[in-house]
């Protein structure tokens, strides 16, 4: 007499469907646009590491070089909303947080393509703002603001001065990363929330320009410019080169 068949030999195509359904829907089970980040996270990791980090130092050098053997500087004037925006030296930590926003395309980068659409755009956004500082440098005006020795707030004041302002580099980074990273999340089926608090960081970078008197409203609106204008192009880049 043959003995009956476990469950595990006896499920059906259906009743695997189900049981991978339940799987999905357990609370331990990790969602899907999660694990999709993660997958993305760690494709060609040493690669972005790498390119991120001499990107960013490599950077540093040649913005401060302009900014001090650039000629004389045209001092932006103030508008009436500048004289709206509060002084707010406690959302430096987010106007800091520039450098690690704009990291986390690069991180989600799917493949070597989307990788270089975004490492390009930055590249070509940072030269032509650098070509617009050393031809027609700019600065904000002389903001008297009070700093405590030793605070990061009077280190920025000192480094990073009044010039190199139109466009705002700060902004045109924020908003193109948004861009960027809003593709990116559409494309796993990120929630909602998680692509509203996106979009409320690079504001929330953008607003910071401003607080900490590092940017005036027209820089702003330069830089914010910049930033679509290439986000834009990338995204009609991206849909061109998508397959059919």
Known sequence: MTPPASDATSSTPSSSAAAAAAAASSPSAVPSWLAALWKRSITLFPLKLVGNTIATLGFFPLYFWIMKN???????????????????????????????????????????????????????????????????????????????????????????????????????????????????????GAPAWLRVANVAWAAGIVYSTMAVRQHVLIDVLGGFALGVAFGLATRERAAAAAPA
């Open 70 to 188: 650039a000629g004389q500087a045209w001092v932006l004037p103030l508008t009436p909303i500048d004289g709206l925006i509060a002084f707010w030296p406690w959302l430096l930590p987010v106007y800091l947080s520039l450098w690690g926003y704009i990291a986390l395309p690069v991180l989600l980068a799917r493949d070597m393509r989307e990788l270089q659409g975004f490492s390009l755009g930055c590249a070509a956004m940072t030269l032509l703002a650098l070509l617009v500082f050393w031809f027609m440098p700019t600065a904000i005006p002389n903001f008297v603001v009070e700093t405590t020795p030793g605070t990061s707030l009077q280190f920025l004041k000192m480094v990073d001065s009044a010039g190199n302002a139109f466009p705002s580099l700060h902004v045109s980074f924020s908003v193109f990363t948004c861009v960027a990273l809003a593709r990116q999340l559409r494309a796993v």
